[in-house]
Every structure is written in structure tokens, then in C-alpha cells.
């Protein structure tokens, strides 16, 4: 063990509870990194016992930031207990939500918390280098900023009366079909949202090309990537099968989400409560892999919407049509999908059965006893996994949730980055803002990986070779 530590406590800027210890050598060089996420709840385990249908509601309680996500996954999940198909009509709507969820999250993120860093720099002052010095730089930018997050959340209210834990989707279907009027609302404002997030696009694009060494350098290492495709290996984000390709960009799997625990697997560090799921047959930490859009735009081929295609096209150029590896390429991947959303909301929204009053297929009196839902939740690949007794209660619960794939890759990335930019003999503020932005980069949700409760920041400690803490950081 190195001769001092530093923690970063708590890390900025992301949801949920964190911190990282950089350990030192007696020269002052960083010898070893390790991310921690300390929070547990356990909703797994108080799930048990409960009737499978109440889950749409409680596991979306995980989160206030994506709870759709758990509501669209668990509402999967309840169809296959509750042995029902959902009529065409349903799985639009739900869709239709779950683009709403991508737009307002993926925008929140780059605008609200990935922005300061490219607008000010990493060593601007942290007084400064937040969303209130976004408002204050450009007014007129931060409010194109709250109009696609409010656009997005509007959806999600329309179709489920709330903005956030919404109630809509329920086994076999949803709960009301969209009315016209709502659906000319949200027609009205999509293209205005459209050049919103083209103009978010250059800005990313802008800075990237500014920055192309160090985007290039900057928590870049091969790794495998996971994600969901259609039937033509087009981006699926909320049904399809999942697939899995390595470093080179190598098919490794294709495989049902009914089918998961024969592929993923999850390996256990005593530092963290956080597991690190990986790919089985490659075993850990070989199999490691990384989920999210950076990890969705290397798998897929193609998009499948005008505007978000000519975008991925030019994103494949980055690494000649190999995965792109540098972790600061995902708010460039995040801004592609939030572009491909809102196209999608257009194609949704022109498709007649999405206004049909057939929304929902009612289960029987017997249940399958068992359910999978996958979904694309906006930091990644999302499973629930139910098992009930003959009566329809929760007997066994599995949820891998998305930042929770990705935990290997932001342990990896805080490592590379202490290693190239801290210096413990002379710490500043930026140097571990560098620590803390490269796993902002990954959008992690901790307190939905780890079903969280009660406060959740940060930190980055400091530890010398003997144990001796030497400096933390914690906001």
C-alpha cells in the first residue's frame, strides 16, 4: 500500500454517494485508486413477500432522477409473471414515455452537470464552474437548457399524470391511452427540441475537436461494450435483444433478455457495495464491459432516424469504425441519443395505433411464477428479474442496474486519470476535479445502483504509504 491518501468526498456533480481514495507512494505518486459506493438498502430484499403488480410503483421509489426507467423495466418484468402480451397500442405509449425520459435525462446531464466542465475548464473556480455560471454566461443557452428538460418531463406527466413516479404502466398494458390534444402539444414543440439538441451537438463537437488530445487520452482503454439492438443491429432502447462485442468491436453474444444470467455475471469487491457485473464466458475482470450510450453507439450499427444516423456516422469516423474508447466521447454519444429520441417522439406520434384505446390486456387468474424486463435506461442497460409463488408474491428479486455496469469502468477511469494528474506533492482543486469529471462521465445514479437512502454526495480522500489520511474533499 502507498505511503498516503488522498478523498475526493463527495464526488460533485453526479447523483448519489460516493467517494475515492488515491493512495501514494513514499514519492508522492499515485500508486492505486479505488472508487467506493458505500450506500446500501436492499430493495431486493424487502421486496420479497409483496405482490409482484405493486413493483411498477415501488421500484421507480429507487430514484427520483430515472424513475421510468424502473417503472418500463419492472412493467416488463410484471408481464411475463403475469403471462400477458400488451397490445401494440401499450408498447408505443410506453415507449413514447420512456423517449421522454431520454430527452429530459440526457439533457439535464450535458447542460446541468457535463458543461461547466467544457464551458469554464477544469480548473475554473468551482464557485463559477456550475449550472448557476452556465445561467450567468449564457442566459439564453440555459434556457434552451430547461425547455428540453421541461419538454421531456412533460411527456411523462401527459401519459402518467406526474412528472416524476409516474402512473401508467401496469401488467399487460398501460393505464389510459394519449389523448389528441396531447399529442398536438407534444408534436408542436418536437422540432423546436430538434435544434436545440443540434445546437448542444456543436458545442460538444466544437470542444471535442478543440480537445482532441485529450479526449483521446483522457479515461480511454479498451473494454467490451453491452446494449440493446432490433433485429437489423439498430439502436433499441426499449426492447430487442442484448448484445454484447469487445474491445476490437467483435460480436462476443446476442442473446434474449429472458436469457441474461447465462452472459452476466456479478463479482464482489470488499471496498464497495456496489457489484461489478461482467460478461460470464470471459469471466472478471476480463469480461468486464461498459454500458450507456458510448457503450450502446459501439455495439449498434446504425441508428435508425435520419439526423441521429448522419451523427453516428460521424461519430464511427472517431476511431476509423472501431469502439471509441475515451470516456469524455460519451456526452458527444449522450447528445446523439437525445437527438435520435425526439426524432423518434415524431415517428411515435405518426403512427395511427398510438392513438387506439386498446392499451391493455388483462392478465388471468394464474401466474407464470417468473418475469424478466430489460430496458435502455439513459445510463444503461437495465435488468428486473421476478420469481412469485403460485399466488403472485415475490419470492426472488434481481435488479442489475445500469450505473452498476458500468462500476468497473468508472473505478478504471478514476484510476487512469489520478495516475496522469495528480500530483500528491502539490494538490490542487482541478487535479481532483479531473478524478471527479471523469466519472461524471458516466452519469452514474449510485443511489439507484445501490437502492440508496438518505444523503448522498461525494468525496476524494489523500493516503500516505503508512495510512495516514493526508487530504480530503468533500462537498
Known amino acids: 500500500m502507498g505511503a498516503q491518501k488522498i478523498t475526493i468526498e463527495p464526488v460533485t ?12 507512494d513514499d514519492k508522492g505518486k499515485v500508486q492505486q485508486t479505488f472508487f467506493h459506493v458505500d450506500e446500501f438498502r436492499g430493495v431486493e430484499k424487502f421486496s420479497e413477500g409483496r405482490p409482484y403488480f405493486e413493483m411498477t410503483q415501488i421500484t421507480q421509489r ?55 466542465d467544457l464551458v469554464f475548464g477544469f480548473d475554473a473556480d ?44 401496469v401488467p399487460g398494458g398501460v393505464s389510459a391511452p394519449l389523448s389528441a390534444k396531447d399529442r398536438d402539444e407534444i408534436a408542436a414543440e418536437r422540432e423546436t427540441m430538434v435544434s436545440y439538441v443540434q445546437e448542444a451537438i456543436g458545442i460538444a463537437k466544437g470542444w471535442l ?47 434474449k433478455p429472458n436469457d441474461y444470467l447465462e452472459y452476466v455475471a456479478e463479482h464482489v469487491e470488499p471496498w464497495s ?53 475515451g470516456s469524455l466521447y460519451y456526452h458527444y454519444a449522450r447528445l446523439i441519443e437525445a437527438l435520435y429520441a425526439l426524432e423518434h417522439i415524431g415517428e411515435l406520434l ?6 387506439s384505446t386498446d392499451v391493455r390486456a388483462y392478465p388471468g387468474t394464474k401466474v407464470t411464477g417468473h418475469g424478466v424486463g430489460v430496458i435502455e435506461a439513459p445510463r444503461g442497460t437495465l435488468f428486473h428479474d421476478y ?9 426472488r428479486v434481481n435488479l442489475i442496474v445500469a450505473t452498476g455496469n458500468n462500476n468497473w469502468a468508472m473505478h478504471t477511469s478514476a484510476g487512469m486519470v489520478a495516475k496522469a494528474c495528480v500530483d500528491g506533492t502539490k494538490l490542487t482543486e482541478g487535479m481532483l476535479n479531473r478524478v471527479e469529471a471523469a466519472i461524471r462521465c458516466y452519469d452514474p445514479c449510485l443511489s439507484c445502483s445501490t437502492h440508496a437512502i438518505g444523503q448522498m454526495p461525494l468525496e476524494i480522500t489523500l493516503v500516505a504509504a503508512d495510512g495516514t489520511v493526508l487530504d480530503r474533499i468533500a462537498r
Not at 456533480?13 to 501514494?24: K, N, P, S
Request: charged share 25%; aromatic share 8%; proline share 7%.
Open 126 to 169: 468551482p464557485a463559477t464552474r456550475n449550472v448557476f455560471g452556465i445561467i450567468k454566461a449564457n442566459p439564453e443557452l440555459a434556457l434552451k437548457a430547461v425547455n428540453l428538460r421541461r419538454y421531456g418531463q412533460q411527456i411523462i406527466e401527459r401519459l402518467g399524470r406526474k412528472r416524476v413516479h409516474p402512473y401508467f404502466a
Open 273 to 325: 457495495f456496489l457489484k461489478f457485473p461482467y460478461y460470464r464466458k470471459l469471466g472478471w475482470p476480463q469480461g468486464a464491459y461498459r454500458v450507456g450510450p458510448l457503450g450502446r453507439l459501439n455495439v449498434v450499427d446504425k441508428i435508425g432516424t435520419p439526423l441521429a444516423d448522419e451523427e453516428f456516422r460521424q461519430f464511427k469516423k472517431i476511431n476509423n469504425g472501431k469502439p471509441v474508447e
Open 387 to 395: 420469481d412469485t409463488d403460485e399466488n403472485g408474491l415475490l419470492t
Open 62 to 116: 429507487i430514484c427520483g432522477i430515472c424513475p421510468v426507467s424502473h417503472h418500463l423495466a419492472s412493467a416488463k418484468a410484471c408481464d411475463g409473471v403475469a403471462g400477458v402480451e400488451p397490445p401494440r397500442p401499450a408498447k408505443l405509449l410506453r415507449e413514447l414515455m420512456h423517449m421522454g425520459q431520454v430527452v429530459q435525462s440526457h439533457c439535464m446531464h450535458f447542460f446541468h452537470l457535463a458543461a461547466p
Open 13 to 24: 456533480r453526479i447523483e448519489g454517494h460516493a467517494r475515492v481514495t488515491i493512495h501514494l
Open 350 to 355: 405518426d403512427d395511427p395505433d398510438i392513438m
Open 209 to 255: 475537436e478543440a480537445n482532441k488530445e485529450l479526449a483521446n487520452t483522457f479515461a480511454s482503454f479498451p473494454s467490451n461494450y453491452m446494449g440493446l439492438v432490433d433485429k437489423e443491429g439498430g439502436l433499441q432502447l426499449y426492447d430487442g435483444e442484448i448484445r454484447v462485442r469487445d474491445a476490437q468491436g467483435k460480436l462476443l453474444a446476442q442473446f
